[in-house]
């Protein structure tokens, strides 16, 4: 019992370090891997039921994982939805209440493009944004934050160009905070990762914070005058690396270019 009630606030204190991740943490993944032929709980260990071996099923949380809609503006059929990629669960709902809300500020002005792309939107330049949580059910405890967000095209570009240059100027890593909550990030690197966008930038960093540190995996996209940004991480912590799973990159990809 002290072990998971210690592993549940380790989770909390990840995802708090990377405010954009809170979508995906909540309600989408899962750190307890399934009994043999059944589905991971939905909602991850703090929502698994603590009834007699053999009871009835409580009915699903109303308040738990919210289904994408569908419709709606170019943006809204660009973002991933329930169904899109088999093996993960697709969530649009919003954060939690006590997550940190804005835009990261870095200790470093050369670092600030990073913090900014990992607030409730890639960088103040976006017109609109429109956020899913994904949660892995190959992978446990994988969580993998996607947006898609508007611009124009030349601020598309240009959040590349930035991206790209700090990335190369913050490989000894960095501070930010949001809503009095600090985070530090390390190790910042350059990922080799393969996109079919106009063009993209990948990296990898280490977040950590009271105590506790993973491994994040972040993708930035630009498809004419939109902006996709993927990251992922291991909600359980530790040190295991993470990558954005292809799968998930080339299908939103693949909906963005649908969406017209």
């Not at 592993?7 to 309600?27: H, I, S, W």
């Not at 709606?72 to 990629?85: E, H, I, P, V, Y």
């Not at 990261?104 to 017109?127: E, N, S, V």
Request: overall charge positive; hydrophobic content about 35%; glycine content about 12%.
């Amino acid at each position: 019992m002290r072990f998971s009630v210690m592993r549940m606030k380790a989770r909390a204190t990840l995802v708090a370090l990377v405010p954009a991740l809170l979508f995906a943490a909540v309600g989408c993944s899962s750190t307890d891997a399934p009994a043999t032929g059944r589905s991971p709980d939905p909602k991850g260990s703090e929502g698994s039921a603590g009834g007699a071996p053999g009871a009835p099923a409580e009915p699903p949380d109303p308040a738990g994982s919210a289904p994408p809609k569908t419709g709606g503006t170019k943006l809204d059929r660009s973002a991933l939805t329930q169904g899109d990629l088999p093996g993960y669960q697709i969530s649009a709902q919003g954060k939690n209440p006590g997550a940190p809300d804005g835009q990261p500020q870095a200790d470093k002005k050369a670092c600030q493009p990073l913090a900014d792309i990992m607030g409730d939107k890639p960088d103040p330049a976006a017109r609109e944004t429109v956020n899913r949580g994904i949660g892995s059910q190959k992978q446990m405890g994988l969580a993998v934050s996607a947006s898609v967000s508007s611009y124009a095209e030349s601020d598309a570009k240009a959040l590349i160009a930035r991206l790209k240059t700090a990335v190369a100027a913050c490989g000894t890593g960095f501070s930010a905070t949001v809503d009095k909550q600090t985070g530090s990030y390390r190790e910042v690197r350059t990922a080799d990762y393969r996109t079919s966008g106009d063009e993209s930038v990948s990296w990898t960093t280490t977040a950590a914070g009271q105590g506790v540190s993973a491994q994040v995996h972040l993708v930035v996209v630009r498809e004419g005058d939109t902006v996709v940004r993927l990251m992922a991480l291991n909600v359980a912590g530790g040190p295991q690396k993470v990558l954005v799973p292809q799968e998930v990159t080339d299908k939103q990809l693949e909906k963005v270019r649908k969406a017209g």
